[in-house]
């Protein structure tokens, strides 16, 4: 592998290479592993569309492991090819900054957390799982509809099932870093109650 690195970072060299690019990646079209020739040993994920659009990348085999690309991703590490996977997504883009022997550095305030528009998570069913959508996230809040009689069950990452995860009576609230709101699940002990949902990031 660095010898392929010598001879990549040999090439780029002798052409005058960008030491640093900003690229966008689009969307709209569906892609498993397509292969993009590139050689740097930074990225960051400086932009997206919106809160939904998401892509996976390997790093220079197709047998590596993929990465996700949710925003202020930043990886570090040498890398002669990416093979990106996305589904389709209309309108849809992810903007990365791509270096080679590069850092970028800034002064760091504090990300400012965003809260996204409210998603309601209900059941025409009883004790059935109702997963959320796909939607990138850093934070989200939950609370159980004042409204509701029952109990909401709730659980990340797995199927929710009554008595064995988190209870939420009506009016109840709580608060979780998630990555994505389809790892929350829902199950309602009554038809047609709700948990409202409120992502940020």
């Known amino acids: 592998m660095k010898d392929d690195w010598d001879e990549k970072l040999k090439q780029q060299v002798e052409r005058r290479f960008e030491q640093y ?15 993009w020739t590139i050689a740097g040993n930074f990225i960051y994920v400086e932009k997206v569309s919106s809160v939904s659009a998401e892509a996976q990348i390997k790093l220079n085999y197709t047998r590596a492991d993929t990465i996700n690309l949710f925003l202020h991703t930043r990886i570090k590490t040498m890398f002669t090819a990416l093979y990106i996977t996305n589904t389709a997504q209309a309108g849809e883009w992810i ?8 850092e970028m550095f800034r002064a760091d305030p504090g990300r400012n957390i965003e809260s996204q528009a409210c998603v309601v998570l209900t059941n025409v069913a009883a004790n059935v799982n109702t997963p959320g959508p796909a939607q990138l996230c850093d934070i989200v809040l939950f609370k159980a509809d004042v409204a509701n009689v029952g109990v909401v069950w709730v659980d990340f990452g797995a199927a929710a099932v009554q008595n064995a995860c988190l209870p939420m009576d009506p009016g109840d609230w709580s608060r979780h870093h998630l990555s994505n709101l389809n790892q929350l699940n829902a199950n309602f002990e009554i038809a047609n109650e709700r948990l409202i949902v409120v992502p940020e990031i």
Request: with cysteine; glycine share 4%.
């Open 95 to 102: 903007e990365l900054l791509i270096g080679c022997e590069f």
């Open 21 to 35: 690019k900003t690229v966008r990646l689009d969307l709209t079209d569906a892609h498993q592993d397509f292969l």
